[in-house]
């Protein structure tokens, strides 16, 4: 059972739930070790903002990083407007009017397709010199740790990258980065392994770029993750190919680095306890659905560990809508409040207001133990987005 740190019982106390806490000392350590990672191994390392996007606190994160890779117009825009620094695009494919909108947005721009790259590359080139163009390829390597195929961009049939036997084939002289996104939540193993395999398989093409993305996944925060092992890796592969090195993560930027805290709303009982919370598997934590997994929560166990296990559902009218099952020293009542752990990654990039589910606060609990509510969501929120 993980039990709550003292500076989290704030969290327990007259705040407002649900909420999305950012623990701002965490924060800071993760992005040191960012900018640790990114002296000693001369590499360059943007956020990925479709994992975490949280303007208000990009200014402390723009000290340790080199700027932001967006997943389209909208967030390279995002990026360009509240993070500043360098910002790098890449989508599965593109459409006129959005290459038009990045050219003016964004700095180098990555293509999924051979196709998509003859069709733009000419319109990129004669924008300016300093737009870099970037191609994505599959680099048929599979380390992802995260639910299979879902989360494996090296899947069988997948739709990212340009396939090695294709590659003779592609402009290359308008090329100036290759761009290998594989894993997803990967340790060192994950990430010097890509690097590694990169360097095997890929050698001629190295040559012909003057940078490589290794895209995101890099779990580099994670307890476990041996950073100086990535470090050689980077170091290594620069030297042989003398070339930038670019790393794009996500999650391993903010993994737990913060909370999603919600309120038992009642509890039922049908064969086993269930506790209905003020947060929803549906429409705050839509990865427990998709990935699937269940988030570690501070006080509890797996089920039958403690003497009370419930099973923890949503306030919606979604029967699937169940967070998991947790055991408990004591019955969980009305009125508890409950602490999920590492709630930052893909969560409030992704919820929505299904049932005109209120969203969850967005909070800073400060290093002096000050909690600062951020953003607080309310009916217009809701009815903005129908009319
Ligand atoms: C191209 C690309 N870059 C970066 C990322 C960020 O990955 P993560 O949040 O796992 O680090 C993703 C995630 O899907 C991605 O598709």
Not at 2 to 24: F, G, N, Q, R, W
Not at 135 to 147: E, K, V
Request: glycine share 8%; aromatic share 10%.
């Amino acid at each position: 059972m993980t039990v709550l740190p003292p500076h989290l019982e704030v969290l327990l106390k007259d705040i407002s739930t649900p909420a999305y806490v950012v623990d701002m000392a965490v924060l800071k350590k993760n992005m040191a070790t960012a900018a640790h990672i990114r002296k000693e191994s001369g590499c360059r390392i943007l956020l990925a903002t479709k994992a975490f996007a949280l303007p208000v606190v990009f200014s402390l994160m723009r000290e340790f990083l080199d700027g932001t890779t967006a997943s389209g117009v909208h967030e390279a825009r995002l990026g360009r407007e509240t993070f500043g620094k360098e910002v790098h695009v890449y989508a599965p494919a593109y459409t006129r009017n959005s290459i038009h909108e990045l050219l003016t947005i964004s700095d180098h721009i990555y293509f999924n397709s051979a196709d998509q790259l003859r069709r733009f590359l000419p319109e990129v080139k004669a924008y300016g010199r300093d737009k870099l163009v970037g191609i994505r390829i599959n680099p048929g390597y599979s380390n992802a740790t995260l639910g299979g195929h879902l989360y494996d961009p090296c899947s069988p049939r997948s739709r990212f990258g340009v396939l090695r036997r294709d590659l003779d084939d592609l402009p290359w002289d308008g090329i100036d980065i290759l761009h290998a996104h594989a894993l997803c939540e990967s340790l060192h193993h994950g990430s010097v392994g890509l690097i590694e395999h990169m360097a095997r398989e890929f050698a001629p093409y190295l040559r012909r770029v003057g940078a490589v993305n290794f895209g995101g996944g890099h779990f580099f925060s994670k307890a476990g993750y041996d950073i100086e092992a990535l470090i050689r890796a980077i170091r290594d592969f620069r030297a042989a190919f003398n070339v930038e090195v670019i790393l794009e993560p996500g999650s391993g930027c903010v993994v737990d680095a913060g909370y999603l805290v919600a309120t038992v709303v009642d509890v039922i009982h049908n064969e086993t306890d269930i506790a209905i919370l003020d947060a929803s598997a549906s429409c705050h934590m839509p990865d427990v659905l998709e990935v699937p997994y269940t988030p570690p929560l501070y006080g509890a166990a797996a089920p039958g560990e403690n003497p009370f296990t419930f099973i923890l559902a949503g306030n919606t009218c979604m029967a699937g809508d169940i967070i998991g099952e947790y055991s408990f020293p004591k019955p969980l009542k009305p009125g508890d409040s409950l602490v999920f752990g590492d709630m930052l990654q893909y969560s409030f990039v992704k919820n929505n207001t299904f049932n005109g589910t209120p969203l969850p606060d967005i909070a800073l609990l400060h290093e002096d133990g000050r909690y600062e509510v951020v953003r607080r969501f309310g009916y217009d929120d809701f009815k903005a987005r129908l009319c």
